[in-house]
């Protein structure tokens, strides 16, 4: 009989991929680049979807940091940069058009831009694409804005609580390379 690894009941398929590197205060916190979650592949920059607990559509984000604590527990951490659904800042979109599909990156300073949340509250992979004609965006083919989930190419600053169409090369420390499309 042949060998058979098992994972137990309730338990998800779980591997980290690629280290970056340690960090925190004390030094002790150990950062990826990648990880393998319930069969799929995760990295660095994917957008994913989040449970969302409040509403039965998930949350949308970015991945910015990946890491484990260094305490017992292990506890597996993501930080992400969340994208708005219109519905979700629909006061601050009065009069504006908006594609069906759209999603709106957060930019800014404050509540709303991040946060920090369990590895294991990512719902799945989000095909979203960036359709901005930003000259720093690689700008995608007719066929990857068709197959996309989502597109976006405005901005919410939640500071002013406001629309904007223009990004800093770096937000939350990321190069705007890293928020864009990926080069082909």
């Known amino acids: 009989m042949a060998n058979v690894e098992c994972t137990p009941k309730g338990a998800l398929d779980f591997k980290w991929g690629k280290k970056r590197g340690k960090g ?39 991945i910015i940091k990946i890491w484990e604590t260094p305490s017992r527990d292990k ?9 708005f659904r219109p519905r979700e800042i629909s006061k601050f979109l009065i009069g504006i058009q908006i594609y069906y599909n759209e999603v709106f990156l957060a ?7 991040s946060n920090i949340n369990p590895l294991e509250s990512i719902a799945g992979k989000c095909n979203l694409v960036c359709i901005s004609k930003d000259a720093r965006n690689p700008q995608p083919s007719d066929e ?22 223009e990004i800093d090369d770096k937000i939350l420390g990321v190069e705007v390379k890293n928020i864009f499309n990926k080069m082909a």
Not at 107 to 113: A, K, P, Y
Not at 151 to 163: A, T
């Open 144 to 165: 990857a804005v068709q197959n996309a989930d989502f597109v976006f190419y405005r901005y919410f600053d939640v500071g002013k609580r406001k629309l904007v169409e």
């Open 24 to 62: 925190g205060k004390k030094r002790d916190t150990q950062f990826y680049e990648s990880f393998t979650f319930d069969g799929d592949d995760y990295a660095l920059f994917d957008t994913v979807y989040l449970q969302n607990e409040t509403h039965t559509e998930p949350h949308i984000g970015k």
């Open 107 to 113: 930019c800014g300073d404050g509540i709303g831009l």
């Open 75 to 83: 506890a597996k951490k993501v930080k992400v940069q969340w994208f």
